[in-house]
T-cell receptor, first 111, second 110 residues
Framework: DTAVSQTPKYLVTQMGNDKSIKCEQN?????MYWYKQDSKKFLKIMFS???????INETVPNRFSPKSPDKAHLNLHINSLELGDSAVYFC??????????FGPGTRLTVL | SQQGEEDPQALSIQEGENATMNCSYK?????LQWYRQNSGRGLVHLIL?????REKHSGRLRVTLDTSKKSSSLLITASRAADTASYFC??????????FGTGTRLQVFP
């Protein structure tokens, strides 16, 4: 069984569009995260939710809006996509502040 | 700014050799973690070492932590082609979030 899953795996879209990436974890973890990995493999946290509550919100444009309908899901909605949003987005989860389990990633390409 | 810097950026070795990667960080930590990322995949947790620990082993992995120097090393012994991946250190500081290093790309040739 997949522990942390993301959909879609690949997303190609035009500038200005709005898109969403979904994440689900079946590990029973309380905390979920969104990371962005750029072309140089630099991985940076964007958001963190604990039991559906936002606890970390890094300096991310407000075009990015996370939504957690329940503690097993953390979706990422992006409005008005820009070229610079092209990256791989990873969802992760953890129990308390311990090892994190990562999803397979969503490669977003903005044309 | 980025917390962890890793050295070297890239490392190429033959199967059977040992691989050592180093990580330096800037602020005090509660623990330090190492992750592996295969090409096109998500990160996989390898090992966690707490700030009061100096050394930890897991199979062919050996991690050391020197909090006085704010540095850690990951040693992979008897490397295999399957160890080819990028390796990242990650630290938690006072901010309750993981800060990842720049990563070391390891290539193990058969």
């Amino acid at each position: 069984d997949t522990a942390v899953s993301q959909t879609p795996k690949y997303l190609v879209t035009q500038m200005g569009n709005d898109k969403s990436i979904k994440c689900e974890q079946n590990l029973g973890h309380d905390t979920m995260y969104w990371y962005k990995q750029d072309s140089k493999k630099f991985l940076k946290i964007m958001f963190s939710y604990n039991n559906k509550e936002l606890i970390i919100n890094e300096t991310v444009p407000n075009r990015f809006s996370p939504k957690s309908p329940d503690k097993a899901h953390l979706n990422l909605h992006i409005n008005s996509l820009e070229l610079g949003d092209s990256a791989v987005y990873f969802c992760a989860s953890s129990q308390e502040w311990s090892e994190q389990f990562f999803g397979p990633g969503t490669r977003l390409t903005v044309l | 700014s980025q917390q962890g810097e890793e050295d070297p950026q890239a490392l190429s070795i033959q199967e059977g050799e040992n691989a050592t990667m180093n990580c330096s960080y800037k602020t005090s930590i509660n623990n330090l973690q190492w992750y592996r990322q295969n090409s096109g995949r998500g990160l996989v947790h390898l090992i966690l070492i707490r700030s009061n620990e100096r050394e930890k082993h897991s199979g062919r992995l050996r991690v050391t932590l020197d909090t006085s120097k704010k540095s850690s090393s990951l040693l992979i012994t008897a490397s295999r082609a399957a160890d080819t991946a990028s390796y990242f250190c990650a630290t938690d500081g006072a901010t309750d979030k993981l800060i990842f290093g720049t990563g070391t790309r390891l290539q193990v040739f058969p």
